[in-house]
């Protein structure tokens, strides 16, 4: 029998109860059963598939993490692409579970990395995590012509699903695009590009490739908005300046008549709106609720921004007078924007052979060649007029460090260089001046290299699908150690940090019941190590509570925070304190527990006081 990608689902009961038992002697590693039963059962048993979910065999190894059994399973012809019921293979499994070695193997025996799921979702889909291990993943699809193109079937690209991640998987994300990804991919239903997405995040790095790689800044969502509203909502001013490198229009209206200057003002993001007043986003105009940008700043109280918006305005009627003469023209602004994002590049382009410095003057043919050569964003005419500003003496010598700086053709207060952080002042009696608001990107989610899985809902149980349905509570699995089950609960993308009734996770349950092993293999699932229930107690408080030394020490180790705070002001070293836990208590001093931190009862005991009284 010819093997192919799809399912060949049991269906007689012969079928089904051999496909049942082949799967349990997956599940209990017993090579010499597998091998019988491929032998001497149905014909192509290896490769059939249960009629519930559609698991096989080589499926069951993969989620099992076992590599010598994928490597046997393999030897015995099973085949790499046979899908579940949702079209997942299980190199798609192995992917998203970031077990890179098992991808590794499939890929060797020539597993299909162009096959998709029933969403459309294609095994770079699979990759999109923010790990070592996925990372390494996607290498290898990558490596093996995986479609960096593939759109799933609700009409997202990858790209944008991977831009959507931008703040944890920048690498991935530029990794694709280095391969061949269109840096104008689109949301079909949003309409949101990859650039809008990595804006939202301030990510600079990554624009700064999409715009290399000929993204496009003017590109707008189904409510009007680009890349730039989205950097100015976010308040990423240098988003803004790149963006304006690259000849963006920083004065689009969304559909509801919404400027970047209205969501910079909204934020109270301050340089963000003197920027975008200087660079073409008039100030005067109003949204559809009537307000202009400057009022919207006073209505949210940013008094920082309205004095700067205030600012704009006068300027903007200003130079509106017919006989106006503005000394800082849009096209020049764009110049020096492109120059300084450029400077590095266009710096060894203007250097000459043997010279061991930077250079400081340059010919002006050369010059202008340089700017001809680097599509600098100003027409012939224009270019002339640069020129004639720097060559005022008519030597046809351009000094390129003058040129960079951008004064001898701009006001000091539109170069780049006004916008630098300026040295905090300090008032009379020694108190440091409060500077005006401005953004600063949220830091990078820094997690663990492990196994990521999502699920957009948040049911509280997962079920196995019987004849009569049977609903199993994800806790009692924690508290019976049963692996397997919560291992294909999590497959079926049921949260890793679902919480009960009494919201607790199915980490803080075995760590109050001790289950290292099941402690262990959520935290491989990424599980929060920090995540509280309704008195603020995180996993770490359970442990101590409970007195399990060996979970403890593997949550701190996991960047379990030692000083958590609950709801009574109860830190976990209280907790082992008051149960009298000497060796947990031994250890968090070790790790540099807090003794002097202190709770919320009526003495407001510390931990020193507390293990004095006990």
Request: proline letters at 4%; aromatic letters at 6%.
């Amino acid at each position: 029998m010819e093997m192919t990608s799809k399912s060949v689902v049991a269906k007689g009961s012969v079928e089904i109860l051999q496909i049942y038992k082949l799967l349990q002697y997956v599940r209990e590693k017993n090579k010499p059963l597998i091998e019988k039963m491929v032998q001497m059962g149905w014909s192509n048993l290896i490769n059939m598939t249960e009629p519930k979910q559609g698991l096989g065999a080589l499926y069951q190894a993969s989620v099992d993490h076992d590599e010598d059994l994928v490597q046997f399973l393999l030897s015995l012809k099973a085949h790499p692409d046979i899908q579940d019921k949702k079209g997942c293979t299980p190199v798609m499994l192995a992917a998203q579970l970031g077990y890179y070695k098992i991808v590794y193997l499939l890929i060797k025996h020539r597993a299909n990395v162009t096959l998709t799921d029933e969403e459309g979702k294609g095994l770079l889909f699979y990759c999109i995590s923010p790990s070592k291990e996925h990372a390494l993943c996607l290498q290898m699809a990558l490596s093996s012509n995986a479609n960096v193109n593939n759109v799933s079937n609700s009409g997202k690209p990858l790209l944008v699903f991977a831009c959507e991640n931008a703040k944890d998987c920048e690498d991935l994300c530029i990794r694709i695009l280095e391969k061949g990804a269109d840096p104008n991919a689109v949301d079909q239903l949003t309409r949101c590009s990859a650039l809008m997405e990595a804006a939202k995040a301030g990510i600079v790095k990554l624009i700064r490739v999409i715009l290399q790689k000929g993204g496009n800044p003017n590109l707008l969502d189904q409510e009007g908005r680009c890349a730039a509203h989205f950097a100015a909502e976010g308040g990423f001013l240098e988003v803004l300046q790149v963006l304006s490198a690259y000849s963006a229009d920083l004065g689009f209206s969304t559909s509801k008549g919404k400027t970047p200057l209205h969501f910079a003002a909204a934020g109270g993001f301050t340089e963000c709106c003197r920027f975008l007043a200087q660079r073409g986003c008039n100030p005067k105009l109003k949204n559809l609720e009537g307000l202009l940008p400057s009022q919207v700043a006073k209505n949210n109280g940013q008094k920082a921004a309205l004095k700067a918006l205030k600012k704009a305005e006068k300027m903007h009627v200003k130079l509106s007078a017919p006989d106006a003469v503005n000394p800082n023209e849009l096209w020049a602004v764009t110049l020096h924007d492109w120059s300084c994002e450029h400077e590095g590049t266009l710096r060894r382009a203007f250097e000459t052979l043997g010279l061991d410095k930077p250079v400081e003057k340059v010919s002006l043919e050369t010059f202008v060649s340089v700017l001809n050569v680097h599509r600098a964003p100003v027409s012939n005419e224009n270019l002339q007029r640069i020129v004639k500003e720097h060559d005022k003496k008519l030597e046809s010598v351009i000094n390129v460090n003058e040129f960079f700086k951008g004064l001898k053709y701009l006001q000091k207060a539109f170069v780049i260089s006004s916008y630098a952080p300026k040295p905090a002042k300090k008032k009379k009696g020694g108190k440091e001046k409060k500077s005006a608001k401005t953004a600063t990107p949220l830091p990078m989610c820094t997690m663990p290299p492990e196994l990521i899985c999502r699920r957009e809902d948040t049911d509280s149980a997962w079920y196995i699908d019987d004849p009569e349905k049977i609903y199993t509570n994800i806790n009692y699995c924690v508290k019976t150690g049963d692996l397997d089950s919560l291992r294909l609960a999590f497959t079926q993308q049921v949260p890793v940090d679902i919480k009960d009734q009494f919201f607790k996770t199915p980490l803080m349950t075995a760590c109050s019941c001790g289950k290292y092993q099941v402690a262990k293999f959520l935290i491989s699932l990424r599980a929060d190590v920090n995540a509280v229930d309704q008195f603020n107690w995180t996993p770490l408080h359970h442990a101590c509570h409970a007195g399990h030394v060996d979970i403890i020490e593997m949550l701190v180790q996991s960047r379990a925070v030692v000083d958590a705070v609950a709801m009574n002001g109860e830190t976990p070293l209280m907790r082992a304190i008051e149960s009298c836990w000497f060796s947990c208590v031994e250890y968090l001093l070790k790790t540099g527990a807090k003794v002097n931190a202190e709770n919320k009862r009526a003495l407001g005991e510390t931990a020193h006081h507390q293990s004095t009284a006990h």
